[in-house]
């Protein structure tokens, strides 16, 4: 027995009548102000989703210096977290006490100078030659966060460096100094086909531009931060952080950073944030499958969306 083929249109119909709704445009996905996507579709050709490198993600967290704890960051090292982030917010801090039996040879170790330091990048140098071998140091300008509203204008300028660079046939170590400094930081949401379009994105566009250059990897690297936004319960905030990690995870991103919901019972925190990544890992074992959305519709007509805006404005 064969069956007629539906058209789009006897589709929007049947939604209509569904719904008792005339007028769908109230289920539209606001992705930016100039940005909004039709969340029914039709049978219509699409593209399969980016394509991923399976890989697994590193475990970070970020840290103050006026409030780090020596045992609570050996706590997060013994853990799991292998990327560390230490913004020096106060120009005197006791290095040596602070990092105190800290192993550096198996962690990423950076170090993050901020405005409240009053502190030249020498003089931190100077202050961790005794500790620290080669500090990796950077500025707090250098670090690249954007918000949904914000996405197109800043990914579209954030590429045009990367092309304007490219094209000056930079040495090897010039050019993954200038990546490294441009990095993409994003503050996750809880939104799951935002979050993973917006990472798609990030991902084919990065991929074509080095492939326009002749280079295989993907020339940005992608770090993802899960905050809780309001004051809920602690069982509510981490219910967040846990979806907001889920996104990022499955977003492919490089490194992901789940802040602790509260700063009280550190050690308690902090161990919760850690176990979000085990659970990830070892229980959906997503460090091993991270393309399930791949072939997503609703993602890659927002993929392609974007796509085209941060283009466009690339080729002015």
Known sequence: ?????????????????????????????????????????????????????????????VYRSSTLDNTILLEDLVGGINTVEIYVDTAKNNWKKLLEEVIFDYIKLTFIVTDEAHLKKEELVEQLKAVVKDPAIKDRSTIFRSNAVE??????????????????????????????????????????????????????????????????????????????????????????????????????YDAICIAPASEE??????RISRNIHHLLKEEAVLHQSRSAYSGAFQVNEITNVISHKIWEGISR
Request: glycine share 2%.
């Open 151 to 252: 996405f197109v204008e800043q990914l579209t300028n954030h590429f045009k460096a990367i092309v304007a660079l490219l094209d000056q046939s930079p040495s090897i170590e010039e050019r993954n100094s200038f990546f490294d400094s441009l990095r993409i930081d994003r503050k996750i949401s809880a939104k799951m086909i935002s979050e993973l379009a917006i990472a798609d994105t990030i991902d084919i566009i990065s991929r074509n531009i080095c492939r326009g250059f002749s280079m295989e990897e993907r020339c940005v690297k992608m770090h993802a931060y899960c905050e809780i936004d309001t004051d809920e319960t602690l069982e509510r905030s981490y219910i967040d952080l846990g979806s907001k990690a889920l996104n990022a995870a499955l977003a492919s």
């Open 265 to 270: 019972r550190a050690s308690f925190h902090h």
């Open 1 to 61: 027995m064969s069956f007629t083929a539906v058209s789009h249109s006897q589709w929007i119909e049947k939604i209509k009548k569904e719904l008792k709704k005339e007028d769908l445009s109230d289920f539209n996905v606001a992705i930016t102000p100039s940005i909004s996507i039709d969340p029914f579709f039709g049978r219509k050709p699409h593209k399969t989703g980016g394509n991923r490198i399976e890989k697994d993600w590193k475990n970070k967290q």
